[in-house]
């Protein structure tokens, strides 16, 4: 086989395996959903201190329009949310569906066994005051497929 089929064999391959991939497949994108950080404060790590290895926190607010949603995603950190206005509807990880209305606080649970999906199912935008409190250098969300049960 001369050097240009191998080649040729390895990059049809290459695009085969990424169209066949789940990962790549299963991910949901963000549709709808602006943020705008408030404030940013890293904490390094403290000297002597084996419980605490550096924190980043950070102060967001989160605009979902109607019909808007976050894609599924999941924390590596503790997430607080407080609604401003609009409802929050988050389908969670086993596909119960939890709504949160104007002036309730949301607390997200960490690591990627709690996969979730924020929507506004309602016709105003969704206000949301997010305090993360993530490991250095994570972002705020990792997406995730959606869980089995989702369909």
Known sequence: MSVLSRCAAV?????????????????????????ETLAHVSFP??????????TDFTARR??????GTTGWHYHDGPVYAYVESGVLTRTLHDCTRVS??????????????????GANLGDVPAVLYAAYIEPP???FAEDAPAPLCAG
């Open 62 to 67: 989160i605009t979902i329009a109607p019909g």
């Open 11 to 35: 990059g049809v391959s290459c695009v085969a395996l990424a169209g066949l991939s789940p990962a790549l497949a299963g991910a949901t994108p963000p549709a709808g959903v602006t943020a």
């Open 45 to 54: 790590l403290i000297a002597g201190s084996a419980e605490f290895a550096g």
């Open 100 to 117: 949160t209305p104007a002036g309730q606080v949301v607390a997200e649970e960490v690591d990627a066994s709690h996969v979730h999906q």
């Open 137 to 139: 250098g994570k972002p």
